[in-house]
């Protein structure tokens, strides 16, 4: 079964610059999350989505990050303008199904390494 | 709020050797579930084991066991026989079920490296 594949693994932009991630989740895994992990410290949940819909965005910053997932399925995080602190590994990842006490495990993909300069 | 503490930074040992990886959690919920992630070098979490807050129950795969102590927050990592390839990143974390959503919340790591 193929894991949550990602996609650029690496990239250098300078700041105020734009970046996109992709990510595509496990096949039939409802739930998909973005982590953002600054070197040093633990994976911190962005945004969650439930199929299309968003269920928790409340620690993404909303004034540079955006992210979708039109048709359920793969995601796209964006930041625009990038700051000098985004730099970050962004992780994607993805669970049978969230919201709620199902306990599902959450399966990560490779991440997308960004250095902003 | 969820909180996850992984006291030790760091950890170096020698091949063989048996190690200990300490997580302490902090929850309201009666319902909660805790696992534990290995990050090597690639950077890509994998996943080690899902617990339940209701199933005290050690568990054992292989080298690896756990320790689940409700009493004391605990749900402590130990490998036994350590082997080189051990050597990464490893996350305790705990699932926040708040409003909702299915986050988790992790500790700040704690990177192991055998030595040969």
């Known amino acids: 079964e193929a894991g949550v594949a990602q996609s650029p693994r690496y990239k250098i932009i300078e700041k105020r610059q734009s970046v996109a991630f992709w990510c595509n989740p496990i096949?039939?895994?409802?739930?998909l999350y973005w982590y953002q992990q600054i070197l040093g410290q633990g994976p911190k949940l962005l945004i969650q989505?439930?199929?299309?819909?968003?269920?928790?965005d409340s620690q993404l910053p909303k004034d540079r990050f955006s992210a979708e997932r039109l048709k359920g399925v793969d995601s796209t995080l964006k930041i625009q303008p990038a700051k000098l602190e985004d730099s970050a590994v962004y992780l994607c990842?993805?669970?049978?199904?969230?919201?709620?006490?199902?306990?599902?495990?959450?399966?990560f993909g490779e991440g997308s390494w960004l250095t902003v300069v | 709020a969820q909180k996850v503490t992984q006291a030790q930074t760091e950890i170096s040992v020698v091949e063989k050797e048996d190690v200990t990886l300490d997580c302490v959690y902090e929850?309201?919920?009666?319902?909660?579930?805790l696992f534990w992630y290995k990050q090597p070098p690639s950077g890509e979490l994998v996943f080690l084991i899902r617990?339940?807050?209701?199933?005290?129950q050690n568990e054992i795969s292989g080298r690896y066991s756990w320790n689940f102590q409700k009493s004391t927050s605990s749900f402590n990592f130990t490998i036994t026989a350590s082997q080189v390839v051990d050597s990464a990143v490893y996350f305790c974390?705990?699932?926040?079920?708040?409003?909702?959503?299915?986050?988790?919340?992790f500790g700040k790591g704690t990177k192991l490296t055998v030595n040969p």
């Open positions: 929850t309201r919920d009666t319902t909660y579930y």
């Open positions: 989505f439930q199929n299309n819909g968003v269920v928790d």
């Open positions: 096949s039939g895994h409802a739930t």
């Open positions: 617990r339940n807050s209701f199933d005290e």
């Open positions: 974390a705990l699932s926040d079920l708040q409003g909702g959503s299915e986050k988790l919340v």
């Open positions: 990842a993805s669970s049978l199904e969230g919201g709620g006490q199902s306990g599902n495990t959450i399966y």
